[in-house]
């Protein structure tokens, strides 16, 4: 029933003679005439979370899109930047530009309270909030042995470190609420029984705003379980 004589789609190969060549492969598997287009898009197509379709979007839209060529250049100009500039903290794994960064080196911040994330990512909610006055330690990652991430690929020997040259004296994890964030939290609470650090997690329950009703029920289970005296 095809109504033209294209043949629908899935043919393998850049086959057709396509009349207008940008949109000759529109992300179902087949390749651009340009090779040029091709690598571009292969290229972004590795960056996480973005699929062949998403990234031959994305390099339409910087060729060829409104103020395509301003956006391509500045593009090209943040990324060369922020290769030369972005750094990982030495001290903390958070991201930074001057090394170590602003939290490890202000003095304002409570030296006494180490705040232990997975993600360098996690830290920028906290500190949006406003409330947190001590400093973090990033691990790079959690725990999970389905996926190889064992003790030995994350730096909890620099955790251990840390600790000793610094007056730290509580440790909060704030880790995800998942099994790789429990078996995270556990594994350094085993790692550090025995020293006086005083260690704490952070708590788990119905959201602000969040209705009872349509609470899960290991959410609603933790409610219950880690509720608190008036
Ligand atoms: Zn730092």
């Not at 003095?107 to 993600?119: N, W």
């Not at 078996?183 to 790692?191: D, G, S």
């Amino acid at each position: 029933m095809a109504e033209s004589g294209f043949g629908g789609h899935g043919r393998g190969g850049n086959g057709g003679n396509g009349g207008n060549g940008a949109h000759a492969a529109g992300g179902d598997g087949g390749e651009f005439q340009s090779p040029a287009l091709e690598r571009l898009v292969r290229s972004l197509s590795r960056l996480p979370g973005l699929g062949r379709k998403s990234a031959t979007r994305v390099a339409l839209h910087l060729l060829t899109g409104g103020g395509a060529q301003a956006h391509a250049d500045e593009l090209t100009v943040a990324l060369a930047e922020a290769r030369v500039q972005v750094r990982v903290c030495s001290r903390c794994g958070a991201i930074t530009e001057p090394d170590p960064c602003r939290i490890c080196t202000s003095e304002r911040r409570d030296r006494s309270l180490l705040c232990v994330v997975a993600s360098p990512v996690d830290v920028l909610p906290i500190e949006k909030a406003g409330f947190f006055r001590g400093r973090y330690f990033v691990l790079g990652g959690l725990l999970s042995p389905l996926d190889g991430v064992r003790a030995q690929d994350l730096p909890f020997d620099r955790l251990l470190e840390r600790l000793k040259d610094g007056p730290v004296t509580e440790l909060i994890m704030a880790l995800d609420a998942s099994v790789e964030g429990e078996t995270t939290a556990l594994y350094i609470q085993r790692l550090l029984s025995g020293s006086d650090l005083q260690m704490s997690r952070l708590a788990t329950g119905i959201p602000v705003g969040g209705a009872l009703a349509y609470t899960d029920e290991v959410t609603l289970q933790r409610a219950f379980q880690f509720r608190r005296a008036f």
